[in-house]
């Protein structure tokens, strides 16, 4: 069983940025797979980034290609998505969820489906 926490969500200005961080109450973070996801108000969830279990593989979503970066600190059990350059359009429920099997990765990566454990979720409202 995994357990996660997603923090450092809130409200900031059109061009801000925030940190999102998602911690893991598990002994085998560092062989988990971990992604983001978000659900804006009325739209289904969809992938924001993904990142390996050794952390050497990164996937982003087009739409925050070079403005999001994710990132792991295995010895902290927590995952980053540092967010930059937000706009209007970023605001959602950000969820980040864990697959403990990393199997396909490589593959599966966008797949929420995939994914077995999910954090509750943190609420990013970017004003314009």
């Known amino acids: 069983q995994v357990q996660l926490v997603e923090s450092g969500g809130g409200l900031v200005q059109d061009g801000g940025s925030l940190r999102l961080s998602c911690t893991a109450s598990?002994?085998?973070?560092?062989?988990?797979?971990m992604g983001w996801f978000r659900q804006a108000p009325g739209k289904e969830r969809e992938f924001v980034a993904a990142?390996?279990?050794?952390?050497?593989?990164?996937y982003y979503a087009e739409s925050v290609k070079g403005r999001f970066t994710i990132s792991r600190g295995n010895a902290k059990n927590t995952v980053y998505l540092q967010m930059n350059s937000l706009k209007p359009e970023d605001t959602a429920v950000y969820y980040c969820?864990?697959?403990?099997?990393?199997?396909?990765?490589?593959?599966?990566?966008?797949?929420?489906?995939?994914?077995?454990?999910w954090g509750q979720g943190t609420q990013v409202t970017v004003s314009s």
């Open positions: 969820a864990a697959r403990p099997d990393p199997r396909w990765f490589s593959i599966r990566w966008s797949d929420s489906s995939w994914y077995d454990y």
């Open positions: 990142i390996s279990s050794s952390g050497g593989m990164t």
């Open positions: 598990v002994r085998t973070f560092s062989s988990n797979a």
